[in-house]
């Protein structure tokens, strides 16, 4: 923690669309008259039928509903690309940048833009997709994801991307629990000079899923794949022969927009709903405000849109702005560490927006691979995914920034659309490791967590939860509205529950403490303990796994996982890696265990439960304060995982 403060420059504040007075009367604004505030903003979007509702939420547990412009309708593609045409139609939407930095890049006018998606539209349409269809897109970072997205949301189907780096298995979960009709995929995915066999993971995949689900494949590396002519199209070549025409549909704001899967405390990842009109409303507002984007300028977020991060800050805010997007396919260290930096000269960017992650690893080559390289262009950082300690935020403001730019660690979810807490660029003085203050219309609010009461002093520590609700919220879980009532709202009656930990300094600045569920943060990405335990024990040789995090110098998290093997079976270095394969192959690479602790035994209550607590201080060579362990049913079985721990 620190108490740094950096006040934003004068010439910033200046030029910038929000200084802190603006702040000051619009955040009043935003929650003395929610409703009429957002009835102002809402108009920032090009509605077919305007709204005259414009909330209508309900937090009790039980009958939570959330609606937002609900008699309002629209099409989200036409208000990310027709509306921008009469004005920008030669104007850069997307730049897109291979992974290789041999190959051309490329630079997509709207035009472009306008005539891909259409393309895709009448290419889905042709397969039978219509309104409120689901499609899956399993793809590489190049345009036709975007095109693909765009493209359902102009038929108003609703998409949910699948992370490329998942496996077939997870491929496979997402298509059944959403009912598929159409997946989307390529050839392969070329990034950091290897490619992704995603054709060939999805013909796993479609081995599990109904026979009517028909894939559609873009060629991206033209590399050979196996073909089955009843079920895969060639979407290439079918776009290439498709109309440059195709009439967007008039949706309802809450009609949904997408469905991204992601991990909770308990059982398999939940589909979070988002729907059409609030949902970009919040995320074009968002993008414009904390990024400070002006007209004309390049903006880039490195995360890839399998990710909430892709989907509001790649494609649907900057997009809605009429703005111009960098998208990259490939990674930050290849071909060696100074590719980003390359590609910020290349392509003149002016807003960075990255993960701690990614900042600790480049931090660790050394300045040298920045210093190489002209980034007069850059005016402002972002980081987004987890907590910045502060070393990475001095190294990413002196060496990245040169002083110069200001930097948002913002504060967000999957289920929250759009960030929550961040700074304003041209507002809010920053302090490093900390997302500072509420976006407009977000009250945060920290709660004692045993007694679930409101802390109301300046200075506080509990969890974090939201009072009150914003247009970019998620509406439910894709099937199970039970299960989205049980995970946000049954806690702390009355509020979203957001799962973090948060502390509340005297000038009323929040630093996100980490999770208080069993929901670990490894690069950035969201994993729930449990899916990783699930996939060990369905190893034949597992009998029993807990699986917690501990600190990772460059990861922020790794994946400790205590492994108690069947009887007979022995431990040995090549049964290690057969089970780190394993989970490979069950969830994907991210998911792979850090270190694996053979464990006799797991400590539990006598009643059985696994004292994760217990494990997690044992994972964080934290032993010395183990805690209450009076209600251990065998305390030997602690001695034994504290004698046998693994080094990190
Ligand atoms: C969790 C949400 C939303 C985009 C990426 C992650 C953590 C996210 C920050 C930040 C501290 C952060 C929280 C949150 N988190 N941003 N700036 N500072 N923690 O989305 O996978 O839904 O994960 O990431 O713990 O709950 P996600």
Known sequence: ??????????????????????????????????????????????????????????????????????????????????????????????????????????????????????????????????????????????????????????????????????????????????????????????????????????????????????LLVVRRTNGDVAWNDARDRDCTALMAAASTDCTPEEVNAEDPLFILYTSGSTGKPKGVVHTSGGYLVYASMTHELVFDYHDGDVYWCTADVGWVTGHSYIVYGPLANGGTTLMFEGVPTYPDASRFWQVCEKHKVNQFYTAPTAIRALMGQGPEFVENCDLSSLKLLGTVGEPINPEAWNWYNDVVGKGNCPIVDTWWQTETGGHLMTPLPGATATKPGSCTTPFFGIQPVILDAQSGQEIHDTEAEGVLCIKDSWPGQMRTVYGDHERFEQTYFSDYKGYYFTGDGCRRDADGYYWITGRVDDVINVSGHRMGTAEVESALVAHAKVAEAAVVGYPHDIKGQGIYAYVTLMSGEEPSEELRKELETWVRSEIGPIAKPDLIQWAPGLPKTRSGKIMRRILRKIAENDYGSLGDTSTLAEPAVVDDLIDNRMNR
């Open 1 to 214: 923690m620190s108490d740094t403060t950096y006040a934003p420059s004068a010439t910033f504040a200046g030029n910038a669309h929000i200084d802190a007075a603006k702040y000051k009367d619009m955040y009043n604004a935003s929650v003395t008259d929610n409703e009429g505030f957002w009835a102002e903003h809402g108009k920032r979007i090009d509605w077919i039928k305007p709204f005259t509702k414009v909330k209508d939420v309900n937090y009790g547990f039980g009958n939570v509903s959330i609606n937002w412009y609900s008699d309002g309708t629209l099409n989200v593609a036409a208000n990310c690309i027709d509306r921008h045409i009469a004005s920008r139609a030669n104007q850069t939407a997307i730049i897109w940048e291979p992974d290789s930095p041999d190959e051309a890049s490329q630079h997509i006018t709207y035009q472009e833009l306008h005539d891909k998606t259409c393309q895709m539209s009448n290419v889905l349409k042709d397969l039978g997709v219509s309104k409120g269809d689901r499609v899956i897109l399993y793809m590489p970072m190049i345009p036709e994801a975007a095109y693909a997205m765009l493209a359902c949301a102009r038929l108003g189907a609703i998409h949910s991307v699948v992370f490329g780096g998942f496996s077939p298995d997870a491929l496979a979960n997402r298509v059944n629990d959403c009912g598929a009709k159409v997946v989307i995929t390529a050839d392969e995915a070329p990034r950091g000079g290897r490619a992704t066999p995603l054709k060939a993971n999805a013909d796993k995949a479609m081995t599990t899923c109904g026979d009517d689900v028909q």
